[in-house]
C-alpha cells in the first residue's frame, strides 16, 4: 500500500509539474502575441500611417543670423525629408545632435508637432574677427569656435583681424581657438563699453603683449600696444582717456603703448 501510495504521490508530482511548464509557456506564448500585435499595431498606426508624413518644416530663429530662411539646406544637412519621412521616426535628440553639430549654431530645440510638423528653434554664433587677413574664409565667434564664414551671420562692415598664429595650427571649423583666447576678450570688452573705439587688427605673434590699429570714432588710426594678459577695461578706459587727451592738444603722434604697467606711454 506504502508503494502504491508513494507512486501515485509521484505521479501526481510530475503532472503538477507538467501543468506548471505547459502553464509557464501558454503564458509566455500569450506575452509574445501580445508583443507582436502592438508592435504590428503601433507600425501601421505611427510609422506606416500617412497621417503622419512630415509636411512641415517649423524653423525658427532666435535673433539674425544665417540659418533663419535655408529651410532646405538645414534639412539636407540634418538627413530629413519632407512629405516623405514618417514624422514618429525622425528622432529629436538626433536632429538636435545633427544641428549643433554646425558650427554657427550655438543652441538648438527640436519638437514634433502632431501630425506632420518639426519644429526646430536655433541661435546662431555671432562672428567677431577674421583669421589672418579680412577675406579668411574662417572667422572666429565671441567664445573662440571657429566658425566656417559662408555659413555665418555676415556682419556689416569688415571684421576686426586677428593675425600672428605664426606656427600655430588653426582648428577647422567647430573647433577652438585657445591662442586667440585674449584677444577676444579684448575685442568683447571694447564692443560692450567702449563703442567709439573700433580695433582694425591685433598682432597676437608674442606672447607678452598685442600690438593693435584702432580709430577712434572713425577718424585717424592709431596704434596701440597692450599686455597680452591683464584688466582690459582698465587698458581701455586709460587707451581712451589718452586719445581724448591728444585729440584736444592736436598732437599728432599715434602710437600708444600700455605695457609699461598702466603707464601710458605716447610716441
Same mark, same amino acid.
Given at each position: 500500500m506504502e508503494k502504491r501510495a508513494k507512486k501515485n504521490n509521484v505521479q501526481s508530482g510530475k503532472k503538477a509539474v507538467n501543468s506548471f511548464i505547459w502553464l509557464l509557456v501558454a503564458i509566455l506564448l500569450c506575452l509574445v502575441l501580445a508583443g507582436l500585435g502592438i508592435y504590428f499595431a503601433g507600425n501601421w498606426f505611427f510609422f506606416q500611417n500617412r497621417h503622419f508624413t512630415f509636411r512641415v518644416f517649423d524653423l525658427r530663429e532666435e535673433g539674425p543670423g544665417y540659418w533663419g530662411n535655408k529651410h532646405a539646406l538645414l534639412m539636407k544637412r540634418i538627413g530629413?525629408?519632407?512629405?516623405?519621412?514618417?514624422?514618429?521616426?525622425?528622432?529629436?535628440?538626433?536632429?538636435?545632435?545633427?544641428?549643433?553639430?554646425?558650427?554657427?549654431?550655438?543652441?538648438?530645440?527640436?519638437?514634433?508637432?502632431?501630425?506632420?510638423?518639426?519644429?526646430?528653434?536655433?541661435?546662431?554664433?555671432?562672428?567677431?574677427?577674421?583669421?589672418?587677413?579680412?577675406?579668411?574664409?574662417?572667422?572666429? +565667434? &565671441? #567664445?573662440?569656435?571657429?566658425?566656417?564664414?559662408? $555659413?555665418? %551671420?555676415?556682419?556689416?562692415?569688415?571684421?576686426?583681424? *586677428?593675425?600672428?598664429?605664426?606656427?600655430?595650427?588653426?582648428?577647422?571649423?567647430?573647433?577652438?581657438?585657445? +591662442? &586667440? #583666447?585674449?584677444?577676444?576678450?579684448?575685442?568683447? $570688452?571694447? %564692443?560692450?563699453?567702449?563703442?567709439?573705439?573700433?580695433? *582694425?587688427?591685433?598682432?597676437?605673434?608674442?606672447?607678452?603683449?598685442m600690438e593693435c590699429f584702432l580709430r577712434y570714432r572713425n577718424r585717424r588710426t592709431y596704434r596701440a600696444i597692450l599686455p597680452a594678459e591683464g584688466r582690459f577695461d582698465y587698458l581701455l578706459s586709460a587707451l581712451q582717456s589718452t586719445i581724448i587727451d591728444v585729440l584736444k592738444n592736436n598732437d599728432p603722434r599715434t602710437t600708444f603703448d600700455l605695457s609699461y604697467r598702466g603707464q601710458v606711454v605716447i610716441r
Open positions: 530629413i525629408t519632407a512629405n516623405k519621412d514618417n514624422l514618429w521616426k525622425i528622432d529629436p535628440a538626433k536632429v538636435r545632435s545633427r544641428v549643433l553639430a554646425i558650427p554657427s549654431i550655438s543652441s538648438c530645440e527640436v519638437r514634433r508637432i502632431l501630425p506632420d510638423t518639426l519644429k526646430i528653434t536655433i541661435s546662431e554664433r555671432i562672428p567677431r574677427a577674421a583669421i589672418e587677413n579680412p577675406s579668411s574664409p574662417r572667422v572666429l +565667434a &565671441a #567664445d573662440g569656435t571657429v566658425l566656417n564664414r559662408y $555659413e555665418s %551671420l555676415a556682419m556689416p562692415g569688415a571684421l576686426p583681424v *586677428i593675425t600672428g598664429f605664426g606656427f600655430s595650427k588653426i582648428p577647422a571649423p567647430g573647433g577652438k581657438c585657445p +591662442a &586667440a #583666447d585674449n584677444a577676444l576678450k579684448l575685442l568683447n $570688452e571694447c %564692443l560692450r563699453n567702449y563703442p567709439d573705439i573700433s580695433i *582694425i587688427y591685433i598682432n597676437i605673434a608674442r606672447k607678452d603683449r
